[in-house]
């Protein structure tokens, strides 16, 4: 554990350990209505938001993240452009960016690290950044004090996931299932199996998302998880009904959530 | 193993480096996967009975060593001594089933049950296909829509095999998002299914352990050249897009004094680009614009249609020890027609790269024995060709 926590995880701890349960929306940056979605999203009651820099070979997403991305680079966004809409935020919640590691590593780790934090970013999901290969980003990262959040995949053997939650800054990111994100009819069992795993090895939020799809499945993994990430099912709404249609649904999820 | 400690071509670092490119760049979930098939490779690799397993299969059933046949009469006009490695002539009609032949005996010794597998111009896919159902695999392959178009034959093969095929609509459409959707079902199915990656590409241990299943090329074609004319040769040129029957050829030849020549096409020049990018698995150099969005190649041949390159060619590069021209697709289509009216050989498009390279340079190349890797035979290519040359 860092001598120090990041201020995105000391106010995800308060909130975790004032009893609330973390919602995490995930919004494609640069899709048509993003920036509306996002404060939409934090005007109903959500505690962080993930938003995703479209990379052109998105390997850990499924077709409703691949088709926003794909929507958003044909319209001409960039990580540039994307920081730039970041900056007229005002959301009063922290935003974490989602990116493919070909983005940090063509801008320069530093340099990267810089732009988040002058746009007003709090942390960075790198989903194919595994442990192993994370040691440059993440000390560029600290340096500003942007917290990298590490992903912890269900295939993970007991004896990594301390490895992964020491490494681990803002929050821990559960893999809810083996496969890509995308909305699923059913939980599966190993979301909530690796949320208690990492419960029981780690203090920093645990935070499942992938294939959580409803706000049934967000209640069901939040018996175990400190949060939940809602993003093709967020993703989706955005595209077919605009921010509008994702506010009512982060509402709906925030409102099943507070019933735990 | 020896032979490979000293050499330049030696194993990667324990990070799975060839010197600043490789690595292991994959999704959490597919990390533990990664570990256990180099942990398995490393083991089988060092056991007596898989290699004699693995050589039975590449004797009897792939129909190694592959031979060596002089082109007495293009060499003559070309005013060198052009001589091919005829990997076309393997059981399948390319390099590509060594490579599955070792990687599928390894699944089933890792007790998996299925295998998925990317395909460009589909000459890895039939060689997966075909290697699936001699071991009794089930056998899933992923090919871009365009390139299901542009080889529907090799679709039909595979599917004739008993593999399933999925064309692949995303990105560009080819191999680039053929790799993509593989990866994507691995992650989705990694305890029971080996991906069966085709090229010296992807996450460690991919790059090194298909070149191990590849070197059979260089060390036959070493020996056979020593054998018939009593040194090595002075060149020895092969196609690059993964680069995997570069490497094979390069890897017996790396420690001589042979220049080494790895032809990309003009449209898919990843190290000629020279920009280290990251992308499915690995650090190499990448076709990427100015935010790191990785770019579409356009090649006439699918099987060259990609945006990267194998990491090690990438260090072969950096450290001067190969050299990475290009083709134009007119080349190409010249050098394919070249070797089928001079030597009644049809070459593979992907191959007839490196001939496009070898008669455009052979002026510079006077009396010198040029070694080429025929790693395909063009009975894929030749309906394409058909439209083309009309």
Redesign the interface.
Known sequence: MPTTLTTLETELRAKRDAGRKLLVPYVTGGLVGWTDAIRAAAAHGADCIEIGLP??????D?PII?QAS?RA?DDGA???SILEGVRTLDVGIPLVVMCY???V???GHERFAAQLVQAGISGAII???????SALWCQAADDVGLSTI????????DE?LPR?CARARGFVYS?G????TGERSTLAATATELARRLKQVTDVPVIVGVGVSNSAQAVEACRVADGVVQGASVVRRLMEGGPDAVGEYVAEVRQALDTL | MSIAEKSMMSDPSESGRFGEFGGRFVPETLVPACEELEASFRQAWADPSFRAELNQALKEYAGRPSMLTECYQLGSKLGIRLVLKREDLNHTGSHKINNVLGQVLLAKRMGKKRIVAETGAGQHGVAAATAAALMGLECKVYMGAVDVERQSLNVFRMKLLGAEVEAVHSGSRTLKDAVNEAMRDWVASVESTHYCLGSVMGPHPYPWMVREFHRVIGTEAREQCLERYGQDPDVVVACVGGGSNAIGIFSGFVDTKARLIGVEPAGGAAVGRGQPGVVHGMRSYLMQDEYGQVQEAHSISAGLDYPGVGPEHSYLASIGRAEYPTVTDTEVIAGFQLLAKTEGIIPALECAHALAWISREAPNMQGQTVLMNLSGRGDKDVAQMMDVLS
């Not at chain 1, 990379?55 to 850990?60: A, E, N, Q, T």
């Not at chain 1, 989903?127 to 290969?133: I, V």
């Not at chain 1, 299932?177 to 890509?180: A, K, N, T």
């Open positions: 990379f052109s070979d998105p390997v850990m499924g691949q794909q680079l960039t990580p540039v590691y070909n983005t590593h063509h801008a989903p194919d950044l595994p442990l192993e290969e590490m992903l912890a995949a269900p295939t993970a053997p990594r992964v893999v299932l083996l496969g890509v």
